[in-house]
């Protein structure tokens, strides 16, 4: 982005969208900063995750005042996504832009792909009550080895993990579709920071980029988590699909 304003109001655009859905708003900012201002993968990763975790830190609040997330659950996957964020900073140095490209589109191409195809049946016989708590989450191995893998992603690509770790919630919890939401932004805010202190120690973050992202991310977050709540759940899950397949071929594209 050329200019301040343009990367607040893109960033607000992201945040929101991104926390509503609970996927961070990364899988919107990576794209544009690699499509738009031609930076590098390490580069569009480090500067994505100010957006992820000022993002992460607005929104978790509003949905921990509204009751939705599942402490527990979000807690034990940012136990694993520490050593996975780590791993995945160190990762985006040594990944060609291509790769990169590919490798983001076609993971964004399939996780949006499965929710339109099974967005029924994954809500079907799912739990709608408010007492979330009262529902089971998952066993703690497989929230640990998820937050293991968001923690990778996470710091590799910038998207803050929301992609994999929404999906995975709807396959292998009971947790309602706003519940999961809402746990995923809680598991981004707690696994990414520790990506964003590794790209901040390679220098992978200009500075005049972080007040406009941060001021964006922590307004933005908010707005997501109200809207959320205005959305019944199949619509939500399309609106993922639609989006995440517009932005997985606009990565691919440029590459055809």
Known sequence: MNSAPALFALALFA?????????????????????????????AAGTSLL??????A????AYLMQR???LKVGLLIAAGGLPGGIIG????????????????????????????????????????????HAIKGMSY????????????FSSLFGIGGGVIL?????????????????????????????????????RDIDVNDIVPLVAGGLLGGPIGARFSLKMK?????????FALVAVAGSLVWRHL
């Open 89 to 132: 900073a160190i990762l985006s140095l040594h990944i060609t832009p291509r790769l990169f490209d590919w490798i983001l589109g076609l993971l964004l191409f399939a996780v949006a792909i499965d929710m339109a195809w099974n967005a029924e049946k994954r809500l079907r016989g799912r739990p709608q009550h408010e007492h979330v």
């Open 166 to 202: 929404v999906p995975t919630l709807l396959y292998f919890s009971e947790l309602p579709i706003h519940a999961v939401s809402a746990t995923s932004q809680f598991g981004i805010l707690l696994t990414s920071p520790v990506g964003l202190a590794v790209h901040a120690l390679q």
């Open 68 to 70: 939705r997330v599942h």
């Open 233 to 241: 759940s199949p619509h939500l899950l399309l609106v993922v699909a």
């Open 15 to 43: 945040s929101a969208f991104g926390s509503m859905v609970g996927l961070g708003g990364g899988f919107i900012l990576v794209p544009a900063l690699r499509l738009f201002s031609g930076l590098a993968p390490a580069e």
């Open 141 to 152: 191995r497989a929230a640990l080895f998820l937050g293991f893998l968001i923690g990778i």
């Open 51 to 56: 957006l992820i975790v000022a993002s992460g």
């Open 58 to 61: 607005s929104s978790t609040f």
